[in-house]
């Protein structure tokens, strides 16, 4: 979501939302910081809590 700066502002506003840069990488989940991680493991975490949220 959005750049830096803004990314996490926006998220705040997300059911889920990705932010990051420089490799590493925060995860919100319904605005609320989740976990912050190593780029390597954001897209997986991230795919694992869509499926969460969604249950598929």
Same mark, same amino acid.
């Given at each position: 979501m959005?750049?830096?700066v803004n990314g996490p502002g926006e998220a705040r506003e997300a059911d889920l939302a990705l932010c990051?840069?420089?490799?590493v990488f925060a995860i919100y989940r319904k605005g609320t910081h989740?976990?912050?991680l190593p $780029? $390597?493991?954001a897209?997986?975490?991230l795919i694992r809590l869509v499926s969460e949220e969604t249950g598929c």
């Amino acid at each position: 979501m959005g750049c830096v700066v803004n990314g996490p502002g926006e998220a705040r506003e997300a059911d889920l939302a990705l932010c990051g840069g420089d490799g590493v990488f925060a995860i919100y989940r319904k605005g609320t910081h989740v976990v912050t991680l190593p $780029a $390597a493991e954001a897209v997986e975490t991230l795919i694992r809590l869509v499926s969460e949220e969604t249950g598929c």
